[in-house]
């Protein structure tokens, strides 16, 4: 005997009410109460005009609104599947008041509405500030790489454009030989393969006329290597020893609740010059919410560039704290390869004490290393460095323990030398260690959601603009799920009546 279900032809005596599937405390309802609380024009989005009674109605904002949201928190974030789930399912249709959009209306949507789009994360911290989830106390910074909308058919090198270009121009050439021989001929066989070479050399002028204006890219830009077709403007990322044409994708998380309150997209493929960018973008939402509290600022060793971290530092506002590169697990293979080149463990440069009274340093048998000269500029940061050099190497003894060079052991340290070994020596403080080893378990929260649990690891939309749009959506749909499971349902729906 199994369980039985309701015959399909059954009548039933009372009609329900579309209202009466959705339960009262589903995600559907908040999402609805929501949109309906914002002033979408105020916040970006197009609202259509009437159309005077000429065309048809467009379909209102707020409605296509809600189908994204519904869409993008259930993993759903194509505009054909966003399609079928408004024919089908009960939430959706709940949602749309049973209308039913087609696939090139939900796109059209979101091409058209990126300011607004881009905008609503930052609506949303309103409400979240409103209900105490955020307390700028100490806030993790860290970025992760996603995929573009890329094929690899349509990866350029800037090495191999012009043998691309000859070997298309070569095609053309017997395609026009071969041509030229059966134009010469009557005999139906070659009028059809006549057509058929025509069709060939109208698809190779095409490619040849695609690889010269990639030529004038590069031409164009000395500094770009790579080009890529689809999306021009993403570059070549490296992510867990994977590389990928992408974009870099930065956030800043509040410690209280793992909320996302600032985030970027960049195509710079590391981490090193955006510190300053998001502690900037903190410090803006601070002041909309007039908090005048000190933040810490908790960031990984990517982020470790001394005139970054200087200019940070400078900011009364924050307490910044940054890992060492040599102090991160991620540098271990380095600290490896230094070894192996400086065979004996204990000769490593941090191994040499800096005397900032004499300026010099003093190497492990208590050797000294003088400044040489007035030090040259790094042409690759364009920051002043100084190289300090021992005159004693010959006669040491323990010369192979420390250097394979026949000048002797030689120390290269930057202008801000000093400030950073200060800056170093606070974040390896027990506070400060403390605060980096907390880091790890705020900021990869919302990337674990989002790219392992949800599966966003690759944009649907091509271009910086409408890639940047899309990921601020993102981190404003991380924070809505994160609210719902924050925050009971009756207080949320409550807390709408004020925002």
């Known amino acids: 005997m199994f369980i039985t279900g309701t015959s399909r032809d059954q009548l039933n005596l009372f009609e329900e009410k579309l209202d009466e599937l959705i339960s009262s405390e589903n995600p559907s309802r908040f999402i609805d109460a929501y949109v309906d609380k914002l002033d979408l024009k105020k916040i970006g989005f197009k609202i259509p005009g009437t159309h005077g009674g000429k065309g048809r109605p467009a379909y209102e904002p707020s409605m296509m609104l809600k189908i994204y949201i519904y869409g993008y928190l259930n993993r759903i974030r194509s505009s054909r599947k966003l399609e079928a789930e408004c024919n089908r399912n009960i939430e959706m249709i709940w949602l749309t008041n049973r209308l039913f959009p087609d696939f090139k209306t939900i796109a059209d949507f979101r091409k058209d509405n990126k300011k607004g789009i881009k905008t609503i994360f930052r609506e ?13 106390q100490c806030v993790a910074i860290d970025g992760t790489k996603e995929r573009a909308k890329n094929h690899l058919d349509n990866i350029y090198r800037k090495e191999a454009i012009e043998k691309i270009g000859l070997r298309i121009q070569d095609q053309i050439e017997k395609y026009l030989d071969e041509l030229e021989k059966n134009d010469k001929s009557e005999e139906a066989e070659y009028e059809f393969l006549s057509k058929n070479l025509r069709e060939k050399l109208a698809k190779l002028n095409k490619s040849q006329d695609k690889i010269d204006i990639i030529k004038q890219v590069f031409c164009e830009n000395p500094e770009l290597e790579i080009y890529f077709a689809n999306d021009t403007d993403s570059r070549y990322m ?55 509290s000190k933040t810490i600022v908790v960031a990984d060793a990517g982020y470790f560039e001394e005139k970054e971290i200087l200019k940070a530092e400078e900011d009364e506002c924050f307490e910044i704290y940054v890992s060492h590169p040599r102090d991160s697990h991620d540098q271990k293979t380095k600290i490896k390869e230094e070894e192996n080149k400086i065979p004996a463990k204990g000769f490593l440069k941090d191994d ?54 026949k000048n002797g052991r030689s120390i290269k340290v930057t202008e801000f030398f000093n400030e950073i070994n200060e800056f170093r020596e606070k974040c390896n403080s027990d506070i400060g260690k403390r605060l980096l080893a907390k880091r790890k378990e705020i900021v990869e929260h919302p990337f674990g959601t989002i790219k392992h649990s949800w599966g966003y690891r690759q944009f649907m939309q091509k271009g910086k603009e409408t890639v940047s749009a899309e990921f601020s959506f993102i981190a404003f749909i991380y924070n809505f799920r994160r609210v719902l499971n924050l925050v009971d349902f009756d207080k949320l729906m409550d807390a709408l009546v004020t925002v």
């Open 124 to 136: 949303f911290l309103n409400l979240c500030q409103k209900l105490e989830l955020l307390s700028f």
């Open 352 to 405: 040499f004490k800096y005397d900032k009274g004499r300026d010099v340093f003093e190497c492990p048998e208590g050797k000294e290393l003088r400044k040489i000269g007035n030090g040259f500029i790094d042409r690759r940061t364009g920051t002043r460095k100084f190289k300090y050099s021992c005159r004693e190497c010959d006669e040491c003894n323990k010369k192979k323990s420390c250097t394979n060079d």
């Open 238 to 292: 490296k992510d867990n020893n994977r590389i990928s044409a992408g974009y870099n994708c930065q956030t800043a998380v509040d410690e209280k609740n793992k909320l996302i309150i600032a985030h970027d997209v960049t195509n710079e493929s590391n981490d090193q010059h955006q510190l300053n960018n998001m502690k900037d973008r903190v410090s803006a939402l601070k002041n909309d919410f007039k908090i005048d």
